[in-house]
C-alpha cells in the first residue's frame, strides 16, 4: 500500500532512541522528510547516521519542555525541507512509582516531561500547518492513560495527552489539521526501562509477561511505528481525535 507520504514533512520529537526513533525511522523508508530532535547531539546524530530510506533526515539538537525548543524545531523543518505536515509528540518520561511517593514536584515533572512538550510542538507547529493547508499532530501516550496502572503522575500525564489530542482534533478540523494518540503498550528497545527490568529482574518479569501480556512478549518499537506511519497518512484521513491503542492485548479497557 502507498501511504502517500512521498515528499511530507515531519517533526518527530524524543527520536534518538526507543519508539520516536523507530517512528522516525520508519517515516524515512515511506519517503518523509524528517526533523528528529533530542537534547543529546550524540544520540540524535547517531539516529539520523542509522536512517535508510528515500526520505531525508536532518538531526536537531533542542529541549522541547520549552516553548523556544519547540520553535527551533519547527523552524528546522521549514528552513531544510520548506514546511511542515506531520508533527509526532513523542517526548516522555515517568517519575514515582507509588501515590505515597508522588507529591507536587513529581508530578509538575512529570507533566513537564510529556504534557507540555506536546503542547510547546503542537502549538507552533499551528502556523506551518496552516500555510500548507492543513496537516497532521499525533500524541504518543500509553495504555496507562487509558485506564489504571504504571506510576500515578505518569498515569496523569498520559491521560492528559489523550484529553489534549480530543481537545485539540475538534478545535482544528477547521483548519484541515488532524489529531489523534497512539497508546502503546509495554515496549521493548535497548536502553529503555523494559530491558533494564529484563537484566535486573528476569524472575519478575518472566512473571510479569506470563500474567499481563498474552502474547508472551514485549512489543517492539517497529509495531509501533508501522501503526504510526499509516495514521498519519493521508491513508487514515477519517481518524481523527481518537486513541489508538498498540499493545498486543495487555489493557483491559474496551
Not at 532512541?17 to 523507530?22: D, K, L, Q, V
Amino acid at each position: 500500500m502507498d501511504l502517500g507520504l512521498i515528499g511530507k514533512v515531519a517533526v518527530v520529537t524524543g527520536s534518538s532512541r526507543g519508539i520516536g526513533r523507530g517512528i522516525a525511522a520508519q517515516l524515512v523508508k515511506e519517503g518523509a522528510d524528517v526533523i528528529l530532535c533530542a537534547r543529546g547531539a550524540a544520540d540524535l546524530d547517531g539516529a539520523v547516521g542509522a536512517l535508510q530510506g528515500p526520505g531525508r533526515a536532518v538531526g536537531v539538537t533542542a529541549d522541547v519542555t520549552t516553548p523556544e525548543g519547540a520553535e527551533a524545531v519547527v523552524a528546522a523543518a521549514v528552513e531544510h525541507f520548506g514546511g511542515l505536515d506531520i508533527v509526532v509528540n513523542s517526548v516522555g518520561g515517568s517519575g514515582a512509582r507509588s501515590f505515597e511517593g508522588m507529591d507536587e514536584a513529581d508530578l509538575q515533572t512529570v507533566l513537564g516531561k510529556n504534557l507540555f512538550p506536546a503542547l510547546n510542538v503542537s502549538r507552533a507547529a499551528l502556523p506551518a500547518m496552516r500555510e500548507r493547508g492543513g496537516g497532521v499532530i499525533a500524541m504518543i501516550a500509553s495504555v496507562w492513560g487509558r485506564e489504571g496502572g504504571g506510576g500515578p503522575s505518569y498515569n496523569v500525564a498520559k491521560a492528559a495527552e489523550i484529553s489534549l489530542a480530543k481537545a485539540m482534533a475538534g478545535d482544528l478540523a477547521k483548519d484541515g489539521i488532524r489529531v489523534f494518540s497512539v497508546a502503546p503498550g509495554s515496549t521493548l528497545f535497548p536502553g529503555g526501562s523494559w530491558e533494564r527490568r529484563l537484566r535486573d529482574d528476569p524472575k519478575g518479569m518472566a512473571s510479569f509477561i506470563e500474567r499481563e501480556l498474552p502474547w508472551g512478549r514485549l512489543g517492539t518499537v517497529e509495531e509501533v511505528a508501522d501503526v504510526m506511519a499509516f495514521l498519519v497518512s493521508p491513508r487514515a484521513s477519517w481518524v481523527v481525535g481518537t486513541c489508538v491503542t498498540v499493545d498486543g492485548g495487555q489493557s483491559r479497557s474496551f
